[in-house]
């Protein structure tokens, strides 16, 4: 995934030491395609070859909903409603190949889906695709099916780590 121009700008005076940085994902419900089954949107991302949420940074002056629908849609074509903050959690560290350290502070929200056809909206992913909820990939990350958990669960709350 491209970095954004202003942590190329922290990076190039920081170097690749940890940068705590604010992160968005989309748990996007749809329940439309079959009749009383929930489907999930997930992404192939480039860069692993795993199926991930949709997901990316809140750029500055950006509020955490509005770079969630805005990731959302320029990966997978799709448009969505924001129901509530799922899950807000602190992430264990990532490491780039160019050696860059990044912890993400991750919000999590649960989406309705609008419109728009599933497609690969940019070079983040190889593939979108629906979902029935109760038959996801295997190779989804434990973080990922955390993020879903906690997207599904019958509750108005957002779940915090403490």
């Known amino acids: 995934m491209p970095t954004p121009d202003y ?12 940068l705590l940085l604010p992160g968005v994902s989309t748990v996007v419900v749809r329940t ?16 692993t070859g795993r199926w991930s ?15 969630a629908l ?16 799922a899950l807000l959690t602190t992430d264990p560290d990532v ?3 160019n050696g860059d350290r990044c912890q993400y502070v991750s919000m999590c929200f649960r ?13 983040e992913s190889t593939e ?10 295997e190779d989804l990350g434990d973080i990922q099916i955390r993020r879903i958990h906690c997207a599904l669960e019958d509750r108005d709350d957002c779940v915090f780590d403490v």
């Open 7 to 18: 942590i190329a700008t922290i990076r190039r005076v920081y170097g690749p030491g940890r």
């Open 128 to 137: 979108v695709s629906w979902f029935a909820a109760n038959e996801l990939p």
């Open 111 to 123: 989406c309705r889906y609008v419109s728009g056809e599933a497609q690969v909206g940019d070079e």
């Open 32 to 47: 439309d395609l079959e009749p009383g089954q929930i489907h999930l949107l997930l992404t192939k991302r480039a860069d």
């Open 53 to 67: 949420l949709p997901s990316g940074i809140v750029e500055p002056s950006e509020q955490p909903a509005a770079a």
């Open 70 to 85: 805005r990731e959302l849609l320029e990966e997978t074509r799709i448009t969505a409603q924001v129901e509530r903050l």
């Open 95 to 97: 490491v780039y190949p």
